[in-house]
C-alpha cells in the first residue's frame, strides 16, 4: 500500500519542520522527491541525506515561492529532466502573528504572497505536466487556525482558509484528468514555527487536545504520503485534519 515507486514529486519548504518530514516520508515510499527551500541550503540538505537515508532519492530544488517565475522555470525544469511531475506539496509558508489593528501592509502581504500566492504558483506549474500525464496529486498545506480563527493570526487564518477554497476549484476543475486536489490542515505541530509560542499559550493549547499532545511533523507526512498514494484516487476537494481532536 502507498507504493510511490516510479513518482517525481516536489514539497516545497522542505528544508525544515513539515515539508521536510513529507519529503522524507514521500522519498521513503519510493517517489524522487525536489525539496524546495527559500535560504536554508544545509539545513535542505540535510533533508536530502534523511531522504537518502530512508531508501529514496531527490535533488535541492532553491526558489522563492513568491517568484512567480522562479517556481515556474523550477517546475519546468524538473519536468524537463525527470519526464514527470506526479505530486505537488505546496507546504511552504511564514506565520507573522499581530492584531488586526496594528497589521502592517507587509506583513498582510508577505503572508498573503508566501501562503498563497506561492501555493497557487506551484499548483499552477505542476497541473500542466500532471495534466498531460493523466495523473496527479495536488496538497496544499493549510492549518486548523484557518479552520478555527484565532486572535493576533487575522492574516494567517485569511491565508489559510483561502487554500480550501483554491483546493476544492482546482479538484473541481482537473477531476476529469485525474488530477486530484486536497489539503492538510495540522493543529499545533512541534516546528521551528511554533517553538515561539510562550509555555502559557502552549499549556492551553494542550488543556485543549483530546489526544494530550502536540503533533509531530511525521504525523502530517503520513496523512501527505496518503493523499499522494493512488488509493486516495477518489478523495479530492477534502481537508484532512491532523489535529489531536483540537477541533472536530
Ligand atoms: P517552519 O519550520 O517554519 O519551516 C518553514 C519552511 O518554509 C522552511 O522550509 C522555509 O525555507 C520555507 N519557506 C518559507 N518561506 C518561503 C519562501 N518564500 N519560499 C520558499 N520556501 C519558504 O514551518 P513548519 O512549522 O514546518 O510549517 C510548514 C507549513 O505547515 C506552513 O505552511 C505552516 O503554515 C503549516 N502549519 C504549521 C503548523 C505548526 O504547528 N507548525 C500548524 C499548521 C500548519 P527556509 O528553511 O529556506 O527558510
Redesign the pocket.
Known sequence: MFDLKGRVAVV?????????AIAVALAGRGAYVAV??????E??EATLEAMRAAGGDGELM?????DSKAVTDAIEGLFARKKAVHIAV??????IDNLLLRMSDDELTTTLT??VH?ALYLARAAVRPMMRGRWGRFIA?????GQMGNPGQTA?ATS?AALVGAARSIAKEYASRNVTANV???????????ASVPEAMRAKILEATPLGR??R?ED?AAAAVYLASEEAGYVTGQVLAINGGLYV
Request: charged share 15%.
Open positions: 516545497t519548504g522542505a528544508s525544515r519542520g513539515i515539508g521536510r524546495n527551500y527559500a535560504k536554508q541550503r539545513a535542505a532553491p526558489f522563492d515561492v513568491t505546496a507546504n511552504a509558508g511564514v506565520a508566501t501562503n506561492g498545506v493549510s492549518s486548523v487556525i494567517y489559510k492538510l490542515a495540522p493543529g499545533f505541530i512541534d516546528t521551528d514555527m511554533t502536540f503533533g511533523p502530517v
